[in-house]
C-alpha cells in the first residue's frame, strides 16, 4: 500500500512538473527566437518581449526594439545567423521594459536612438499605469548597468537615418500608447514598424503613467496613417502579426469609437464601473481580440476611466 502511495505522488508530481514546464516562459536564447524574412534584409524576431525588426544595411544592421530583461545577447546571436555584419544603430519605440530592456546587451558602439519623450522616460522607467506596482523601482535596469543602454540621440518629431535603399525614417504622431511612440520607416523595403500604439487587433495598452491618451490615440494613428500612406505595404505590430495599411486605418476607428461609447455612456447617466463592464467590441471589428480574461477588463477599465479622466468626467479606480 505504502509503495502504491508513493508511486501515485510521484506520477502527481511528474503531471504537475510538466504541466508547469509547458507553461513557462520561453528562456532567453537565440534558439527560442521566431524570424519572419519581409524582404531579403529585413526581417522580424518575435518572442521575448515585443517584436524585434532587424534591417541589414550596406554597412550594418539597425535594429528596432530589444525585448525583456536578457533577450538582448540572444537577440544578437540570431542577427549572427543572418549576417555577418555588426550592429550598428538601435531604435526603441518607446519605453516599456519588454522593448528596451535588452539594450544593456549591446556593444557601447551601437548608437541608440530614440523620440525625446521615450529618453526621459527610460532614464525613471515608471512601471505602466496597467501594472499591480505602481512605485518607482530602486534602480532600473540602465542605473544597474551604470547608463548602458540608455539613448545616445533623440529626434522631436522627424529623423532620417541612412539614405538611397538603406533609408530609415523616425517620425512621431502624438501620444498614444506613451508619449514618445516612434515610427519606424524602412523606406526602401516599405515596411513600417508600429510597435505598441499598434500592438495588434486588440484593446489598447494606455499607459497614463508615461504619457499614453485615451482621447489622443485615434487622432495619432491617424495622423501616421495619412502622413504615410502609399509609402508602406507592411506593418510590423508591437506584439501581432504583420498588419496591411487598411488595418492601421480601422484601428484608428476603432479607438475614435471606443472614446465616443464612453462619452455616450457618461452621459447617459453611467458610472465608469458600468461603462467598463456593459462595453463590447462592436461586432463591425471581426478579428479583434475578444474581452475575456481578468487582464483584458482591467485593460479596458484603465481606458474607460482615463477616457473620462482626460474628458473631464469622474473616472474610479
Known sequence: MKRRIILGSLLVLGALSIAVAQQAPPQPSAEALMVTKLKDNLYVLKGGGGNTSVFITANGVV????????????????????TDKPVTTL??????????????????????????????????????????????????????????GLAKRTFKDKMTIGKGADEVDLFYFGRGHTNGDAWVLFAAPRVLHAADIFSGKNIPLLDANNGGSAVEIGTSLDKA???????????????????????????????RDFVADVQAASKAGKSADDIATSWKIPAKYS???????????????????????????????
Open 63 to 82: 535594429v528596432v526594439d530589444s525585448k525583456n530583461p536578457g533577450w538582448g545577447q540572444p537577440i544578437l546571436d540570431k542577427i549572427k545567423t543572418l
Open 91 to 148: 531604435i526603441n519605440t518607446h519605453t516599456h521594459g519588454d522593448h528596451v530592456s535588452g539594450n544593456v546587451s549591446f556593444p557601447a558602439t551601437v548608437d541608440i536612438v530614440v523620440q525625446a519623450n521615450t529618453a526621459e522616460n527610460m532614464k525613471k522607467m515608471i512601471p505602466n499605469s496597467t501594472a499591480a506596482d505602481q512605485t518607482v523601482p530602486a534602480q532600473t535596469i540602465f542605473a544597474q548597468n551604470g547608463g548602458k
Open 225 to 255: 496613417y495619412n502622413a504615410l500612406n502609399g509609402k508602406y505595404d507592411t506593418i510590423v505590430t508591437g506584439h501581432s502579426n504583420e498588419m496591411k495599411p487598411a488595418d492601421l486605418k480601422e484601428y484608428a476607428q476603432f479607438n
Open 287 to 317: 478579428g479583434y481580440a475578444p474581452v475575456s480574461t481578468p487582464a483584458d477588463m482591467n485593460r479596458v477599465k484603465n481606458n474607460v476611466n482615463l477616457t473620462l479622466k482626460e474628458l473631464g468626467g469622474k473616472g474610479t479606480r
